[in-house]
Nanobody, 112 residues
Framework: HVQLVESGGGSVQAGGSLRLSCAAS????????MAWIRQAPGRGLECVSG????????NYANSVKGRFTVSRDNAKKTVNLQMNSLKPEDTAVYYC??????WGQGTQVTVS
């Protein structure tokens, strides 16, 4: 299994930026795709972004396309989500998820 710890969440005004990071431990991290999934209050899970094991392929939900950028550094075992032009509807708990279906504890993002 892969252990995942997110950081970088917080409160920001609309139009601002945040950078989420996910630190992984455990073997075979670099062989798996990774994803960021969020859950807004009272709503279901939404897959925000995914990235292939090599980092060459990425995808985004339509709601964040053009504003969010996902990246990974396999040497450092980290996955990052740069979030720009944040909107109140981006308010949610953001989870880092591995291709092994391991989840981090989540980090809160609040946009006012």
């Amino acid at each position: 299994h892969v252990q995942l710890v997110e950081s970088g969440g917080g409160s920001v005004q609309a139009g601002g930026s945040l950078r989420l990071s996910c630190a992984a431990s455990g073997y075979s991290y670099s062989t798996y795709c990774m994803a960021w999934i969020r859950q807004a209050p009272g709503r279901g899970l939404e897959c925000v972004s995914g990235i292939s094991w090599s980092g060459d392929s990425t995808n985004y939900a339509n709601s964040v396309k053009g504003r969010f950028t996902v990246s990974r550094d396999n040497a450092k075992k980290t996955v990052n989500l740069q979030m720009n032009s944040l909107k109140p509807e981006d308010t949610a708990v953001y989870y880092c998820v591995s291709g092994t279906n391991d989840w981090g504890q989540g980090t809160q993002v609040t946009v006012s």
